[in-house]
């Protein structure tokens, strides 16, 4: 009856607590504590509003921030503060391969999830974009943790606002209404410019919905797209997927 599997992320512990064993979490936190060598054990929940926030709870140990290595990159972070999805590291490891980068905007950077594998391994220059301020002090710390100051540089804003140079490749790494800023990208994306888009949708129609929602803001924008056919990231809910699309941007002058 016991969880046979759980999330590590640095030196501590998220677990999901099935119902039936809800009054017996501490003491089952407790020894994987105590097994596995962790620092602390969180219950994993759910991640909440604008700024994804998770709603874990302290089940045994003290503290919650972390450092956390993947594919030789260090995230540091406060599990109660700020998300960290292990089920979207294939992602992470894929932008860490892209060819002809030029210079990146991603529009919703977090702690650096992608912006800094890309900056790591591709040696582009890299603008990350990041809302919430908890998340932000956490992307300036991993920016100089991994050594990345002359190629990241990092603004604490809604995407939204951003006025700078064209983008040759932008990473849209946000799901839910990740729609609602495709006009964003398409102003401060330049002619060729690859865009990464994040999304959660229905897996019957999964290639049909993300076209439809790329194409109608193209045409707002005066753009033509090419795209790649959809890619899932992982499992999100019962029937829906969190899924990427890689698309080209043409512009048309008129």
Do not use: W
Not at 40 to 62: D, N, W
Not at 156 to 184: H, Q, W
């Amino acid at each position: 009856m016991l969880p046979m599997h759980y999330d590590s992320l640095g030196d501590i512990i998220l677990l999901h607590i099935p119902p039936i064993l809800v009054k017996h979490k501490h003491r089952i936190a407790r020894a994987y504590k105590t097994t596995l060598g962790a620092k602390a054990v969180l219950e994993k929940q759910y991640i909440s509003g604008e700024f994804r926030k998770p709603m874990h709870t302290l089940l045994a140990g003290s503290g919650t921030e972390t450092v956390h290595k993947e594919n030789g990159i260090k995230y540091k972070m406060d599990l109660l503060q700020v998300m960290f999805s292990t089920g979207n590291i294939s992602e992470r490891i894929r932008m860490s391969r892209v060819k002809n980068v030029g210079p990146v905007v991603d529009m919703f950077a977090g702690i650096g999830y992608f912006s800094l594998p890309i900056a790591k391994y591709t040696g582009a220059d890299v603008i990350a974009l990041e809302k919430n301020p908890i998340s932000f002090n956490y992307l300036k710390e991993n920016i100089v943790l991994n050594k990345l100051s002359d190629k990241v540089v990092a603004y604490n804003m809604d995407c939204r606002d951003y006025t700078g140079e064209p983008a040759s490749r932008i990473v849209m790494g946000y799901v839910g209404t990740t729609n609602v800023f495709l006009d964003k990208a398409f102003s401060i994306a330049a002619d060729g410019c690859i865009i990464h888009f994040h999304q959660t949708i229905h897996q019957q129609n999964m290639q049909y919905e993300l076209l439809g929602q790329i194409k109608e803001a193209a045409e707002r924008n005066n753009c033509e797209v090419s795209a790649n056919d959809a890619r899932v990231v992982k499992k999100y809910s019962p029937g829906v997927v969190h899924a990427v699309v890689d698309f080209a941007v043409k512009k048309i002058y008129k």
